[in-house]
């Protein structure tokens, strides 16, 4: 795959209104990390608001990675919402660094 090519990326808001700047943030963060994982197809990012009367507002971004073979997950909480998507973002590219790390030991291995 192209490493200047974009990857599709489909923001489901839930109980949150989704503005231009979530949009171009969750781009600038989760679309680079197709330099990690270059075989990625898509990624579909939910971005949450959770009421709680005790802790008060929660934010989650949750993402799946669409790869072939497994798929990569990832998901934070945090008090202010765009931490929780530069979490997801570093969480992300931990997961596909580690993927990516078997992928080729597998190779060198000599297993499939």
Partial sequence: MDPTAEMPIHIMPHHLELTPALITRVKEKV??????????????????????????????????????????????????????????ESRLARRLRKRKTRMENRIEAGRP
């Fill in 31 to 88: 679309g680079p990390l197709i330099r990690i994982g270059g075989d990625a197809v898509r990624a579909d990012v939910v971005l949450r608001l959770h009421h709680d009367k005790v802790k008060g507002r929660k934010y989650t971004a949750s993402a799946r990675l669409k790869l072939p073979g497994r798929d990569v997950h990832a998901s934070a909480t945090e008090a202010n919402l765009y931490k929780a998507i530069s979490s997801l």
